[in-house]
């Protein structure tokens, strides 16, 4: 996460460890409201990942300093387009915010490693306890809840990898099996109804 007082120097191991586990994509939280403070350490950030073959992606989230997709991409334009930089697209944050499909489109190739996919129920004018609560112990399988899923899917790149993120509280008497194999049927039925 970068916050206010965001070191680089102090993810070295992190860093190192991720390269050995041969990691590609890193997922980066922004609490720093201040943005060229932010974009000034996202691009030193990227730059300290470099040589291990890394690359931090943004993450919009609506309860955090970058709310939407459009102040993702402005960040990483702040912080000079690094060669490694990119954004990420979960697809709660992009249901939940001020993104739209032409946003998506929008974003430059080079800018995208991969996507989260879910879902979430549809709540008009959510508040801040109902973004957190989705996020953190709710999110529903793609296709059962109030986000165009297929619409942000058929709006991605082709071949873009796809990140299962469905934390669930509700479904937490079935077992890791059960849970990995309806999360990975429910992700397959997207990925291959797109057009």
Same mark, same amino acid.
């Given at each position: 996460?970068?916050?206010?007082?965001? *070191?680089?120097?102090?993810?070295?191991?992190?860093?190192?460890?991720?390269?050995?586990?041969?990691?590609?994509?890193?997922?980066?939280?922004?609490?720093?409201?201040?943005?060229?403070?932010?974009?000034?350490?996202?691009?030193?950030?990227?730059?300290?990942?470099?040589?291990?073959?890394?690359?931090?992606?943004?993450?919009?989230?609506?309860?955090?300093?970058?709310?939407?997709?459009?102040?993702?991409?402005?960040?990483?334009?702040?912080?000079?387009?690094?060669?490694?930089?990119?954004?990420?697209?979960?697809?709660?944050?992009?249901?939940?915010?001020?993104?739209?499909?032409?946003?998506?489109?929008?974003?430059?190739? *080079?800018?995208?490693?991969?996507?989260?996919?879910?879902?979430?129920?549809?709540?008009?004018?959510?508040?801040?306890?109902?973004?957190?609560?989705?996020?953190?112990?709710?999110?529903?399988?793609?296709?059962?809840?109030?986000?165009?899923?297929?619409?942000?899917?058929?709006?991605?790149?082709?071949?873009?990898?796809?990140?299962?993120?469905?934390?669930?509280?509700?479904?937490?008497?079935?077992?890791?099996?059960?849970?990995?194999?309806?999360?990975?049927?429910?992700?397959?039925?997207?990925?291959?109804?797109?057009?």
């Amino acid at each position: 996460r970068i916050n206010a007082g965001f *070191q680089p120097d102090a993810y070295q191991a992190f860093l190192e460890t991720g390269a050995r586990l041969g990691g590609k994509a890193i997922l980066v939280g922004v609490d720093d409201e201040d943005e060229q403070r932010r974009a000034d350490n996202y691009a030193r950030f990227c730059e300290a990942a470099l040589p291990y073959g890394l690359r931090p992606n943004v993450e919009f989230m609506p309860w955090t300093a970058v709310k939407n997709l459009n102040d993702a991409y402005r960040m990483v334009q702040q912080a000079g387009e690094p060669e490694n930089g990119g954004i990420l697209i979960d697809a709660l944050h992009f249901g939940r915010s001020a993104t739209t499909l032409e946003d998506v489109r929008a974003l430059p190739r *080079q800018w995208m490693q991969y996507a989260q996919i879910c879902d979430a129920p549809a709540i008009e004018n959510p508040t801040l306890e109902d973004y957190i609560h989705a996020g953190r112990v709710e999110r529903l399988l793609p296709g059962e809840g109030g986000i165009d899923v297929q619409g942000l899917w058929n709006s991605l790149p082709e071949g873009l990898p796809v990140s299962v993120e469905l934390p669930t509280q509700s479904r937490a008497h079935l077992s890791p099996v059960e849970w990995a194999a309806m999360t990975l049927d429910a992700a397959k039925r997207v990925v291959a109804a797109r057009h």
